[in-house]
């Protein structure tokens, strides 16, 4: 019996067409130049901090601080350490119940179908474009009026408001790629409205609450004009005591710098801690709904 003899597998070829590799290094060369661009604030914010006021001046802007300031940061901290406190309450509270309000108003626009569901869902989502500044006067009123102004609960109540149409339209999205057959089998046993919330549709909700929990805190937490006209000076936050240490005509560059990356912290840790799921529960739900 004659064997025929195997031909030599030739090894893939590993060379890249020049155009592929221009085009993918001209790629990495814009994303390092617009990384570069918006990282410089961040540097200036860095650096200032860390300097004294008299080594802050137009010349040695960009220059790194011969040694660092430390006492900058608890300079800030003095001024707006309470402030920190507020704001932390504030964005707390209103987040939890924003999004509670708003996984509710999902789970029953998207799984429990009544006439004109479609219309007031159309009537909720108007309220995300409606600029803060058309209704800032009436919702001064308003809150005035509960006897709430002044306090924090009067600003806790305008943020979640504001923050149902948002949290409504993403727990919507996202409870539309919930099976219908688990919310028929559930009905089959006998499971009402609020039992089949609590058993079935809460425990799966944990993406979609990561998502609501990341952007409310973050809109919460960064607001300043419902800051500055829904509040006295002692439940002002944070936002609104880091424009006071901007005020006045000698400004100390550092004190702002510093209580800015103060202020930044607990948004940064949100993210840090969440951010990984963030993704993945902001997708769920974006082909139906």
Do not use: C
């Not at 600003?155 to 409870?175: C, D, E, K, S, W």
């Not at 809109?219 to 006209?229: I, P």
Request: charged letters at 10%.
């Amino acid at each position: 019996m004659t064997t025929t003899p195997l031909s030599p597998v030739s090894a893939p070829s590993t060379h890249k067409s020049p155009r592929f590799s221009v085009a993918r290094g001209l790629m990495y060369l814009g994303l390092t130049v617009a990384t570069l661009f918006f990282l410089l604030p961040i540097y200036l914010l860095v650096v200032t901090a860390f300097k004294t006021p008299d080594a802050i001046n137009l010349a040695t802007t960009w220059q790194l601080p011969k040694f660092l300031n430390w006492a900058s940061f608890s300079d800030a901290w003095a001024k707006v350490g309470g402030n920190m406190g507020n704001s932390l309450f504030l964005a707390v509270t209103a987040t939890a119940i924003s999004a509670m309000l708003g996984s509710l108003n999902g789970y029953a626009l998207s799984k429990w179908r009544f006439r004109g569901a479609n219309t007031l869902f159309a009537f909720m989502l108007f309220g995300m474009f409606i600029p803060y500044q058309s209704v800032l006067i009436p919702l001064f009123q308003f809150i005035k009026s509960l006897g709430l102004y002044g306090s924090i609960w009067g600003l806790i109540l305008a943020h979640v408001v504001y923050g149902i149409p948002i949290t409504t339209l993403i727990f919507r999205n996202f409870y539309a790629d919930v099976p219908d057959a688990l919310v028929e089998a559930a009905t089959i046993d006998g499971a009402g409205f609020w039992s089949i919330y609590s058993k079935v549709i809460f425990p799966i909700s944990i993406p979609g609450f990561v998502v609501v929990i990341i952007w409310q805190f973050t809109q919460v937490w960064n607001e300043f004009l419902f800051a500055a006209t829904l509040t006295s000076s002692g439940s002002q936050p944070v936002t609104y005591a880091l424009s006071q240490l901007a005020g006045g005509q000698a400004v100390s560059w550092n004190l702002p710098m510093a209580g800015a990356i103060l202020a930044a912290i607990p948004t940064l840790l949100v993210y840090i801690v969440l951010g990984r799921y963030f993704v993945r529960g902001l997708l769920a739900g974006s082909v139906k709904g």
